[in-house]
Each structure stands twice: as structure tokens, then as C-alpha cells.
């Protein structure tokens, strides 16, 4: 990385960090609301991202993955080419 200066590397990892949380809370946003951060009884939500282009099931399936087990959807929605799937893990 000749000619990169240490600052440089942090402002471009304190930009990737800011656009990643933007990226969330817009992922998050997308179903006209804020996403709540635990379900009713208590489980965190979590928000997966994948191609619209491909099926639902890719989504769920990654979710799944997640979770090691079933998950409950909590919303889902398409926006910009993505699907969006917001999910609590089923409590084992």
C-alpha cells in the first residue's frame, strides 16, 4: 500500500463501518417502521439480505443456518433488487 497513510486506512474503514450500519438500519427501515430488536418474548431478530433474483427459500434456508434449526419470520419484504428477511430463531 504504497503512498497510504495510516489515517487513510482508518477513515476508510470508519466509512466502510458507517455505511455498513446505514446499510442496516435501512434494511431494517424498509417495511415502514423500525424492526423491533426482540420479539415479544424475549428472542433478539435478526436481518438477512439476499438477490431477489433467486427464490424466497434461498433467504429462509440462510436463515436457518443462522439458527442451526426453524426460524419465525417477523417481516419480509423486496426492495432494490433484495430480498429482505427479518427472523427470531425458534427457541429450542
Not at 49 to 78: K, L, M, Y
Amino acid at each position: 500500500m504504497q503512498g497510504t497513510s495510516l489515517f487513510h486506512l482508518r477513515a476508510g474503514a470508519s466509512l466502510r463501518l458507517v455505511a455498513a450500519a446505514s446499510l442496516g438500519a435501512a434494511l431494517l427501515a424498509g417495511c415502514g417502521g423500525s424492526a423491533p430488536l426482540f420479539t415479544s418474548d424475549g428472542r433478539p431478530t435478526t436481518a438477512v439480505q439476499c438477490s431477489a433474483a433467486g427464490p424466497w427459500d434461498n433467504c429462509i434456508e440462510h436463515a436457518r443456518g443462522i439458527c442451526q434449526g426453524d426460524i419465525d419470520v417477523i417481516a419480509q419484504s423486496t426492495q432494490d433488487g433484495a430480498n429482505n428477511l427479518l427472523f427470531a430463531c425458534k427457541a429450542k
